[in-house]
């Protein structure tokens, strides 16, 4: 009976060896479980910036270099006289002027002889803003030997600073939008000051008459160059006055040869287009100061009260002074003048006024210290 007593011993001992152990095991794991998993201190616990992810830090870089770019254009005005300088070709000249560089369209002779040049000035800051009438001028006078140079003046009035929406629709246009489109940013051109009106950054800060003056000087001096001096100006009368103040004072009178006018301009053409800015009796006098100087003065809006008195100021002064050669043209009743007629009425009115008092070909000595000008009859 003693060996059945000891297996029944060995069999209760290892039962409870094996219910001790299970029990242990499960008080580990309980006690395991009820711990957890170790978690890390969150970063605002710590103190640490959080981390943003990998597209917001891509975004943001690509933005902060965006706006670090140097832009390709100093101001809106250049820009655009750039593109339309692209465009022209050839055609476009930038002169050298004190305070900037300056856009002008020349255009050579088509003709066998050159008779001289045309500088067009006009208060329009934008070439592409030229009334027609201009243009057609510019690109049809060259086939009869005229070459042309057109000038563009600063404006004589700057033109008015686009009105921004105010912050009450502003915020009433965001909220009407939808939530889940973001707003589109501007382009970085739009955020250019809209005072940018002329072709550098100095020259929006200097006088008008100063700008004036250097451009004259800028175009004179371009067509010295290629040796034309039988030059003809023509002007607008808002900006006459200006262009001429320096001009008219180097004119000497020929006594010897009226037909010959020793200066810088052998001939000038008015275009009467700003009614709202008619000369005065004192500008128009300044103007027909030397009574050897051709005048072409053309009127183009139709003949009511305040152009005819206009008409009869510009008369009555130029009789005072004793003009030898003043004629006064109305336009109204002709055909609508556009930029592609090459036989326009004003095309050749204006042409035959140049060919019967300006006519000519003058070339600079070889010596450069005589000038030789021969006219045709």
């Keep these: 009976m003693q060996p059945i007593k000891l297996f029944t011993l060995i069999k209760n001992l290892n039962t409870f060896n094996y219910a001790c152990a299970l029990v242990t095991g499960l008080i580990f794991s309980l006690a395991v479980f009820a711990q957890g998993p170790s978690q890390e201190p ?7 910036p959080p981390q943003e992810q990998p597209a917001a830090a891509n975004d943001n870089a690509q933005s902060s270099t965006s706006s670090s770019e140097v832009p390709l254009y100093e101001s809106r005005a250049v820009r655009d006289k750039t593109l ?7 055609q476009a000249q930038w002169l050298d002027t004190e305070y900037g560089k ?3 369209f020349y255009r050579p002779t088509e003709a066998k002889q050159t008779r001289g040049v045309l500088i067009l000035f006009h208060s329009a800051e934008d070439p592409q803003t030229w009334p027609p009438i201009l243009e057609n001028l510019r690109a049809n006078l060259p086939r ?20 921004r929406a105010s912050s009450a629709s502003a915020s009433s ?3 009407t939008a939808p939530a889940a489109e973001p707003p589109t940013p501007a382009p970085a051109e739009n955020t250019e000051p809209a005072t940018a009106q002329a072709s550098s950054s100095s020259s929006s800060r200097v006088a008008r008459a100063t700008l004036v003056e250097a451009y004259v000087q800028a175009a004179l001096k371009f067509l010295q160059d290629k040796g034309q001096f039988n030059a003809v100006f023509l002007v607008d009368n808002s900006s006459a006055d200006l262009v001429l103040q320096q001009l008219l004072p180097q004119i000497k009178e020929n006594p010897k ?6 200066g810088p301009i052998q001939a000038l053409v008015i275009t009467n287009l700003q009614s709202q800015e008619q000369l005065t009796t004192n500008e128009l006098t300044s103007i027909f100061a030397n009574k050897q100087l051709p005048v072409l003065d053309v009127f183009f809006n139709p003949d009511d009260a305040e152009q005819n ?12 002074q004793k003009l030898d050669n003043y004629i006064q043209a109305s336009l109204d009743s002709q055909p609508k003048i556009v930029e592609t007629d090459p036989r326009s009425f004003l095309a050749a009115r204006v042409r035959g006024f140049m060919q019967k008092h300006a006519s000519g070909t ?5 010596d450069n210290k005589k000038t030789e000008r021969q006219t045709t009859p």
């Design 102 to 104: 300056l856009l002008a």
């Design 173 to 175: 246009t965001s909220e």
């Design 42 to 48: 969150s970063k605002e616990q710590s103190g640490e």
């Design 257 to 262: 040869d009226p037909s010959t006018i020793d």
């Design 309 to 320: 008195k206009a008409r009869d100021l510009h008369h009555a002064v130029a009789m005072r």
């Design 362 to 366: 003058e070339l600079k000595g070889a």
């Design 144 to 163: 009869y030997g005229w070459e042309t140079l057109a000038i563009t003046l600063p404006q004589k009035y700057p033109q008015p600073i686009p009105v």
């Design 84 to 90: 339309i300088a692209n465009a022209a070709g050839e």
